[in-house]
């Protein structure tokens, strides 16, 4: 049986006893308008809906009158719907049939959703255009003939937006919004989430007629109130959750992220699209569904502004696309586990009502998520759950390809470091990636605009006039592109804390340490008034210093534990810190359920509700901090004392291997931690970096012969390994400390190593060798390569992933590394002269101005390297694979480059003077600029004919034309 909509209008009429109104000059829209306000007044009555029915032709009407009355005063269009069926119902004893309890819930529904949306957006006129009536009455007429069986009847109730009845009533609404010149896009858009947006009123409709209705095979109302549950929860966890994190404030500021917040800019990777605004970006993949099996990926360097986005664009999509799309935000360091699929993970996650009560939350097709998973780089060890970062990204991709499918739907946008994708070999090819670029100049203008508007004396916060100036050292101009210090660059200046002596005579290394440095002594120095009532008058008595020694711990104990520490751990490390002890166990008996606040991380010691932990509010903090516990370390380790006329060491050898195990065997050091403790290390005036040197590099040679590891009693990675396990780090084992102590110190021992190699009073002292250097003339140099074997039996290329971008302008000369693993590295500038690199992988790596001359590379995969400005004069590569390597102005002279595979290679600018390419590969390889010599040997030499950009006197030398 079908129903039509002119027909269900009619049966009402005769039911209510009520003839169509012969006056035609009463407005449809307004006798609709009337009777609402009328029911709103007086309540619903027999007489109104009589009024009503005799005066219209449909409830949508009322979308001819001015909308400025249809979306004020809360007018009751849903009580008006629920109450033409009671009545029905009670006039005819009997119960109406599905079709016709559809055609008018569905209507009362989309007014309340029509009039829900629109609100939100109060500056628009509506009822900009006087023809609005006329092109709208004649687009509700089409609705007369609109045919309703009961399967579209169902089916308009189990999912409306993607019924006939919501294609139908879209249409009356945009005609309604593209007459108020609204643009159609937006236009669009809002109807879109009109509909998605009138399935909650159905459901309430449904709940308040309480009633079944007659031969519909329907869910229950226990059901209903279960759905109407679901949606009241993800409501709440926008309002509670998404909502406040725009107007979190600002450290210790009285304003939020809000106020000062400017969109990024952002470069895509896989495209030629030079730049584009963030959050444009964002949007258009959001709202292109022809792109859906694509995963939004937004890599950034540290203090880019990938969380604040996160933030910002997460609140966004609640205001202006929910329910169409329902933001989730997850912060990845926090979550405790990684299941083998991201649905359990977001199941365990997400323990709302919405998933609670529904098992088929992700296939339901009333809810759309995008799920925002902010800093995949910091994801816990222990949470992968076996689960390296590429295993991860392949379950993110894996998701969004199934989301293409009708039932599902849903998008995921993930942030993390640039730096972290660089170990992960094979990303999928459904990454939608972009990163984050530096703010130019029109961006920092905008973010000073905003600045100065929460400023009490903007004159005194203007940092923009001296970043233009040619007082401000240009690595400060260069520094205060990153969102994060320009922050602090800009409240330093405003208190008069910028220390500007001190950053002019910075190195482009130091600058960056120097403003974490004296942004740390500022904030401890003054806490806000804010800071100092939550540390309560007893703690404000604690010296700078003493807070600082506090952070300093708590960062060990974060950095170790992977961005969640206890603080049990964090009393355990200060055990001989009588001042440190006494602050915490000050604020047990002071703070109860109240964390102890600072303005870069919060200690929760005692609460009801949470754990007792430590955060740190960004992990640039922690890491900076943990760079300042581990410098303090490393001066006093070079640190003497006088006894009986003779220097003696403060720290024992003994002493000191436990404090590497203590501080650095707990996982990989990142470079943003190394590069804030070179920084800090090259400010102390006089640093004995030779002694350092000289006690890590004594270290490195007994780790390599295991001599840490190799003990019947308890060995050092024993002890550390307890000590981790005792609170809660159980990842770990005894191998896997040992390697992380080892590879840690060998990076710092390469940094030293590049460090002092332009300084001619250091270079001569501190020269060091990975592998080792070779002691006589049958000695093989194979320490380094003992170390990559060991370190990859717990895990395939785990030296690469720890060590690999810290190899640049390593001492690689006479090393025997044949066979080795070095794939994706960093290898530029690396000397490798006379090494034996016979069948290593070297795929991808970056071997640019690195010197290979008189080196084996026989049978190595260079397959993707850069190899740009290396020297390989004299090296043998015969059989080696350089396909789609980058050889651009390389010297190639005297090479030995027989039968190489140089297909789709870029030989341009390259030096093949006296080069052996008997037998060589040239497919499509790039030969422009290239120089050569009569001594250079092209004999048997394959693809010349199709090799790009030959220079014509050589085609001339070799007989092509």
Known sequence: MKSRLLEVWQQLRTSFSVEESPNTTVETGKAVLAAVQTIKKQGA??????????????????????????????????????????????????????????????????????????????????????????????????????????????????????????????????????????????????????????????????????????????????????????????????????????????????????????????????????????????????????????????QGQTGSGKSVFCRMFADWVRKHLYPTWIPILLCLRDIDLIESRLEKTLERELKSGYIQLDNNWLTNKNTRFLFILDGFDELHFESRNNLNLELFIKQLAKFQQECKYVEMGHRVLITGKSMSLEGIHNLPSNLERVEIVEMDGQLQQKWFGKWSAVQINPKNASLWQFLQSEECPSQVQKLAQEPLLLYFLAAMYRDGKLVIEKLEKATQQTAKTIIYQEALEWILAQPSERDRNNLKPELTKYKPEDLKRLLTEAAVCVVQSKNKASISMLEARLEEDE??????????????????????????????????????????????????????????????????????????????????????????????????????????????????????????????????????????????????????????????????????????????????????????????????????????????????????????????????????????????????????ANLSNANFSRANLSYANLSHANLSNANFSRTNLSDANLCGANLSRANLSDTKLSRADLSRANLSDANLSRAYLSHLDLSDANLGGANLSSAFLNGANLSHANLENISWDEYTNWENVQGLYIAINMPEVLKQQLGLI
Request: proline share 4%.
């Open 45 to 298: 009555s027999v007489e109104a809906l009589k009024s009503l029915l005799q005066n219209s032709s449909s409830l949508l009407d009322v979308l001819c009158s001015p909308l400025a009355q249809v979306l004020s005063g809360g007018l009751p269009f849903l009580p008006m719907g629920i109450a033409l069926l009671k009545f029905y119902r009670a006039i005819t004893k009997q119960d109406p049939s599905l079709e016709d309890c559809v055609f008018i819930i569905s209507q009362a529904a989309y007014l309340e959703s029509v009039k829900e949306i629109l609100s939100i957006y109060a500056s628009v006129n509506w009822d900009a255009n006087p023809n609005i009536q006329k092109a709208t009455t004649k687009q509700l007429q089409k609705l007369n003939d609109l045919e309703l069986d009961s399967q579209t009847a169902s089916e308009a109730i189990a999912c409306f937006h993607q019924s006939e009845l919501a294609q139908a009533f879209n249409q009356v609404l945009l005609v309604r919004l593209l007459l108020a010149k609204i643009p159609k896009a937006n236009a669009s858009l809002l109807i879109k989430r009109v509909a998605w947006n009138t399935y909650r009123y159905i459901i309430q409709a449904w709940i308040e007629l309480g009633y079944p209705i007659k031969n519909a095979n329907q869910p229950s109302l226990l059901d209903w109130h279960e759905e109407q549950q679901k949606i009241q929860s993800i409501d709440e966890y926008l309002k509670y959750y998404i909502s406040p994190k725009p107007l979190e404030y600002l450290f210790n500021e009285p304003f939020s992220l809000k106020d000062i917040y400017v969109p990024l800019t952002a470069k895509p990777l896989d495209e030629k699209i030079e730049y584009l605004d963030l959050e444009t970006w964002a949007k258009t993949i959001l709202l292109k569904q022809e792109k859906l099996e694509q995963v939004m990926f937004i």
């Open 579 to 824: 001042t440190a002890k006494a602050l915490i166990k000050k604020a047990k008996g002071k703070l109860a359920n109240e964390p102890l606040k600072t303005a870069w991380a919060n200690f929760y010691i005692t609460s009801a509700e949470r754990e007792d932990r430590i955060e740190f509010f960004h992990q640039s903090f922690s890491e900076f901090l943990f760079a300042e516990r581990l410098k303090s370390r490393l001066k006093i380790w070079t640190q003497e004392y006088l006894e009986e006329g003779r220097k003696q060491l403060i720290t024992s050898e003994a002493q000191m291997n436990w404090q590497i195990y203590d501080l650095l065997g707990f996982g990989k050091l990142t470079p943003e931690i190394v590069e804030y403790l070179m920084g800090l290390l090259t400010e102390i005036p006089d640093f004995p970096w030779e002694q350092l040197f000289k006690r890590l590099e004594n270290f490195y040679h007994n780790w390599c012969q295991g001599k840490f590891i190799d003990s019947a009693e308890e060995t050092l990675p024993q002890k550390k390994l307890r000590q981790l396990q005792k609170y809660g780090i159980r990842e770990l084992g005894q191998r896997q400390i040992d390697i992380y102590a080892g590879l840690n110190v060998l990076i710092l021992l390469l940094e030293l190593h590049r460090h002092t190699q332009n300084q001619d009073d250091l270079k001569k002292q501190i020269t060091f060798y990975p592998s080792g250097q070779p002691k006589g003339l049958f000695s093989i140099a194979d320490q380094l390569l003992l170390s990559i074997n060991y370190a990859d039996s717990i895990q395939l290329r785990n030296f690469t992933t720890i060590v690999g971008q810290f190899l640049s302008n390593a001492n690689l000369s006479d090393a025997y590394l044949r066979g080795v693993v070095l794939s994706h």
